[in-house]
């Protein structure tokens, strides 16, 4: 018996101090995962990064008859995405958060924080069109369109994006707005083999490339500096940059992409002042 309470002695030690250990360990690491200090968040894409085979947005009562434009029916039709890839360009993470939670204080009540930075990325779209809505299936969750293929817009486009932060405020939102963006997108940004289709022409306009710089620096970083807000009517952003851009697209190209360039067109200094866009159904 003498030696199975030894035995027991001896455990109920060791138990105790691996568990006083593991509690330091626990406080510690919670502290600095869930506590005062708040949570980071890191997420990196693969070298594949994220693709969308087909994104849909569905009109549900399509044009109504009563407009009186020609071809109206109130037939739900679907603007149709396909082919979208993003990868990001760089090292380390594509996407940084940093979560906090803050108590109220003064005026201002409680609020979640989410301070957000995004690294640089390349976005491509394989084209974009038109088609008429199917049927919702709810056990696959697929509706689609009844086409074997959308009737296409845009031929594609590819967008190099830089980096640029943003912060966004739940709750209270002392800082005046949902997101709150306040920064500079490096570089600015790229829009290249973008294509317009006139499907009843046949024709199509072709960009070979667009760039569009903040004016007044030597690294074409472009200021955007917005706050974006859900109102009673809608999805509410307003700008708040006076910074000017500077817009170049180079090729511009009538008919096919293939015909002579027509030259390109430069535009210096566009300042669209502190303007709002309401985004809402109908």
Do not use: C, W
């Not at 109920?12 to 101090?17: C, D, E, M, N, Y």
């Amino acid at each position: 018996m003498k030696m199975f309470t030894k035995l027991a002695l001896v455990s109920s030690l060791a138990i105790s101090a691996n568990a006083m250990a593991m509690q330091s360990m626990d406080d510690a690491a919670l502290s600095a995962a869930t506590g005062q200090d708040g949570i980071n968040i890191g997420i990196a894409l693969g070298s594949g990064g994220v693709s969308i085979d087909k994104l849909y947005l569905h009109d549900n009562d399509g044009l109504a008859s009563s407009t009186g434009i020609t071809g109206a029916s109130g037939t739900a039709g679907a603007i149709a995405i396909s082919g979208v890839t993003v990868t990001q360009k760089g090292t380390g993470n594509l996407l940084d958060l940093a979560i906090d939670t803050n108590g109220a204080s003064g005026s201002n009540g409680a609020f979640l924080n989410v301070a957000a930075t995004v690294g640089a990325v390349d976005i491509h779209v394989g084209s974009i069109g038109v088609g008429t809505s199917g049927t919702l299936n709810q056990t696959t969750a697929v509706r689609g369109i009844t086409e074997t293929a959308p009737t296409e817009i845009i031929s594609g486009l590819d967008l190099s994006l830089g980096q640029i932060s943003a912060n966004v405020q739940l709750g209270s939102t002392p800082q005046g707005a949902m997101i709150k963006v306040n920064s500079s997108l490096k570089g600015g940004l790229t829009l290249s083999n973008f294509g317009i289709n006139d499907a009843a022409g046949g024709g199509k306009i072709v960009l070979d490339k667009v760039m569009v710089r903040g004016a007044g620096n030597t690294t074409g970083d472009l200021d955007v500096n917005a706050n974006i807000s859900v109102v009673p009517t809608g999805l509410k952003i307003q700008n708040n940059s006076a910074q000017g851009m500077n817009v170049y697209a180079q090729g511009v190209h009538l008919g096919a992409a293939g015909n002579a360039s027509i030259g390109d067109l430069e535009i210096q200094g566009l300042n669209v002042g502190t303007s709002t866009i309401t985004i809402s159904g109908h």
